[in-house]
């Protein structure tokens, strides 16, 4: 496989924003981006290499929801799924419209940031369903993509105006758009406020499109999970019934799934790139910057391919890096890190270091505590809140009737074949074509994730501490893995463990499920599940 290293020097100026002493925060968000080493060894080498020396990097960082609007909705208010209401990537359940007007825009991070008195900007995807009728309450300079993630031929709400772009990759390739509209936002912020910068990138979504600089790199890119013992394993009948209903792959979805590997990598080295530009620009001394992604994606593990939406670990784990300069530099913590901890951390932030200009009032521990999640501050400053356990929710979502004979009632499917990219490397493949499904109805979950980062909590034991216990209600199935002997959730355990070990875990998600704020969503996390299970000979 042919490697494209960019690595940068990393003697990052303290230069040319506006601003240079102000607690400036920069959020960056890609969509679809894995944890695996690979993505951040080929995909991102300068920015894992830059946190690496200079920042925090969560090694368990989860989404609660791994799929793009729901998890954006966590990630922009700090709430569980159950708390913002946004249910799927559809109007109708709360991606964008009537519920994102009352349960998302109005307690979002930039309009606590706002109120705060720092200058808010959103630049790139909001929702998947925005529509540009409105620039949402709390930002002052927006540039909000009209609808889901693509790279050229999209319209752009630019502070409330419309703009359209087409195919030229010198002027429409919008991953540089947004990287040009946040130098500008940046360098034009007034010394008196402190800025909040929130990019949020189509990359590295469906079309994959990477800037022509890069559509020759990686020729012969497979991706990792060929190599695992899951990659198309397919007809496990100790898996729920979305799962183990796949086809084994074919040739043809092979290919498909390695093209897509590499166009996915090719697309991220214009982030790599643009990211260190843009550090150029910043005082990384006083700025804390986050960097991460809404949720993981697999490569043909279980028989699926290039997607989320399943509660094993390629989907809900993702990249989370941090600095700043209440974080320490070059560290690693296996402290658990969820999409839900982003909004308090960054409004934690914001009242330490802004109080110390303006007498603020400061909140107290964890930021907000109306949000569920956690400030990053101070899980890796006081080990004794570490939450040891959290909550996946997802709703399955598929088809009213039947479409055609891929696309079935109560499914998720359409047909993949030579159209389906447009720029290079294309799926040549002329008139073949195959059924790709990514979902369905009964692919409903709830599910609590124990993590081992947590051990060191008084009275957990390592007979039991690192799992992910699932139900499926709707057709009332379970699915529980001892990740620390079942790294690759193959073996389901659920009916080898007592019934007392079973009531434990589901009254616990039942309770989670329930959770509103910071304190009741949080207080179930060191609930002693090692009593219950130890003596079960499978431990």
């Not at 960082?61 to 609007?69: D, E, Q």
């Not at 055609?404 to 294309?426: F, I, L």
């Not at 009531?503 to 599940?529: H, P, R, Y």
Request: negative net charge; aromatic residues 12%.
């Amino acid at each position: 496989m042919n490697q494209t290293f960019l690595f940068f020097i990393f003697l990052i100026p303290i230069t040319m924003a506006t601003n240079p002493s102000a607690p400036n925060i920069l959020v960056v968000l890609l969509d679809d981006v894995d944890d695996i080493p690979e993505t951040r060894k080929y995909g991102l080498p300068n920015v894992t290499a830059y946190f690496d020396k200079h920042g925090t990097t969560f090694e368990n960082a989860f989404v609660t929801t791994p799929i793009c609007c729901p998890s954006r909705a966590s990630i922009l208010t700090g709430r569980y799924q159950h708390n913002h209401l946004t249910i799927d990537n559809t109007i109708k359940n709360g991606c964008d419209g009537p519920n994102w007007d009352v349960n998302v825009a109005p307690f979002s991070v930039g309009k606590r940031l706002q109120d705060l008195g720092y200058r808010t900007g959103l630049f790139g995807k909001y929702s998947n369903n925005y529509k540009g009728d409105k620039v949402p309450e709390g930002w002052d300079e927006w540039l909000g993509l009209l609808g889901n993630s693509v790279y050229y031929n999209y319209s752009l709400s630019v502070n409330n105006k419309t703009v359209h772009h087409g195919d030229d990759p010198t002027t429409d390739y919008l991953p540089d758009v947004i990287f040009k509209a946040a130098d500008t936002f940046i360098t034009n912020t007034t010394e008196n406020r402190p800025w909040f910068a929130f990019l949020s990138f189509p990359t590295a979504h469906e079309p994959f499109d990477a800037a022509p600089a890069h559509q020759s790199t990686y020729e012969g890119a497979r991706p990792p999970s060929e190599k695992l013992p899951t990659y198309n394993r397919t007809g496990c009948p100790t898996k729920h019934w979305y799962t183990k209903s796949r086809p084994p792959l074919t040739e043809l979805s092979q290919k498909y799934n390695r093209l897509g590997y590499r166009r996915r990598l090719q697309s991220l080295l214009t982030v790599d790139t643009g990211f260190m530009q843009l550090l150029t620009k910043l005082n990384t001394t006083t700025t804390t910057i986050i960097f991460t992604s809404d949720n993981g994606f697999y490569f043909g593990e279980w028989g699926m391919i290039l997607d989320k939406r399943q509660p094993y670990e390629m989907t809900i784990r993702v990249p989370m890096m941090v600095s700043g300069p209440l974080f320490t530099t070059g560290q690693r913590t296996p402290q658990p890190a969820l999409n839900i901890d982003i909004a308090p951390t960054v409004v934690d932030i914001a009242q330490r270091l802004y109080t110390k200009r303006n007498g603020l009032p400061f909140p107290g521990a964890g930021g907000d505590t109306t949000m569920d999640g956690i400030s990053m501050v101070k899980l890796v400053e006081s080990p004794q809140l570490l939450r040891s356990s959290f909550l996946v929710e997802y709703h399955g979502m598929g088809n009213t009737k039947d479409r055609d004979e891929c696309s079935r009632a109560n499914m998720r499917c359409w047909y993949k074949d030579s159209g389906v990219w447009q720029t290079e490397p294309k799926f040549d493949v002329g008139d073949e074509k195959f059924c790709f499904c990514v979902d369905s109805k009964n692919n409903t979950f709830t599910c609590l994730r124990k993590v081992n980062g947590a051990s060191e909590n008084v009275g957990v034991s390592a007979e039991f501490n690192d799992f992910i216990a699932c139900e499926f209600p709707d057709t009332g199935f379970h699915e529980l893995y001892d990740l620390q002997r079942d790294i690759f959730q193959t073996n389901n355990i659920w009916n080898t463990i007592s019934e007392s070990c079973r009531s434990n875990l589901t009254d616990t998600i039942t309770q989670m499920v329930a959770c509103k704020g910071f304190e009741k969503c949080n207080e179930v996390s060191g609930v002693e599940f090692s009593g219950v299970c130890r003596s079960v000979e499978v431990f």
